[in-house]
Each structure stands twice: as structure tokens, then as C-alpha cells.
Nanobody
Framework: VQLQASGGGLVQAGGSLRLSCAASGRTFSSMGWFRQAPGKEREFVAA????????YYADSVKGRFTISRDNAKNTMYVQMNSLKPEDAGVYYCAAARLELPALVATHSADLWGRGTLVTVSS
């Protein structure tokens, strides 16, 4: 069982990127994205439940990021628009058997992907 994140890259401020996270081996109740900038702690970005009916976002990305998942492909996405330099960092996808609120509150996932680097130039 593993998570494979992809889609990171270099983008100018105001630009867009879409990250993908493919899960192999099983499905999970909750999946989410976290990020870590150099010298900072890992922070929550967005999360989604199995059906896609419930989503959570960090205040800093609300209105700019959209999380989604395609269970047929066992893949989660985050569409990131209007990127800012402060959005830069390594983005990690996570998957958990926890219900969504618990994942958001505890950052406690069963599985973490390796991360994909997002660089935003000003």
C-alpha cells in the first residue's frame, strides 16, 4: 500500500497547479494534503472524505484550492489557483481510516506519500 504524489513544479505567483495522489492497495476513509515550507512545521492544507461529500480547507487556501477525489482511479487531487509565494513547500498527501474531522484535527494518517515540491516565484 502506498501513496504517490505528483504534479509539483515551478509556477509564477498567480498561476495554477494540480497535484495528484494515487493510492495503491486499498481505499481510505479520509485523504488530505499537508505542506511543509523550509524551516516551518508541516501544516494542514485540505482534506476530503471517501464520498467527496465533505471537505475541509485551511483558511489560508479557502477559495483558491479545491480538493477532489476519483475513487474509480483511487486518486485524490488538489487544484491550486492564484498561487502565492507563501504556498511554496513540499506537499504531502495522506490517507487515513479516521473520519475526516479526526484527520484534520490530529494530522494522524495511516499512510503518507513522499511529497512533491511546489515552488512559487514572485
Amino acid at each position: 500500500v502506498q501513496l504517490q504524489a505528483s504534479g509539483g513544479g515551478l509556477v509564477q505567483a498567480g498561476g495554477s497547479l494540480r497535484l495528484s495522489c494515487a493510492a495503491s492497495g486499498r481505499t481510505f476513509s479520509s485523504m488530505g494534503w499537508f505542506r511543509q515550507a523550509p524551516g516551518k512545521e508541516r501544516e494542514f492544507v485540505a482534506a476530503i472524505n471517501w464520498s467527496g461529500s465533505s471537505t475541509y480547507y485551511a483558511d489560508s487556501v479557502k477559495g483558491r484550492f479545491t480538493i477532489s477525489r476519483d475513487n474509480a482511479k483511487n486518486t485524490m487531487y488538489v487544484q491550486m489557483n492564484s498561487l502565492k509565494p507563501e504556498d511554496a513547500g513540499v506537499y504531502y498527501c495522506a490517507a487515513a481510516r479516521l473520519e475526516l474531522p479526526a484527520l484534520v484535527a490530529t494530522h494522524s494518517a495511516d499512510l503518507w506519500g513522499r511529497g512533491t515540491l511546489v515552488t512559487v516565484s514572485s
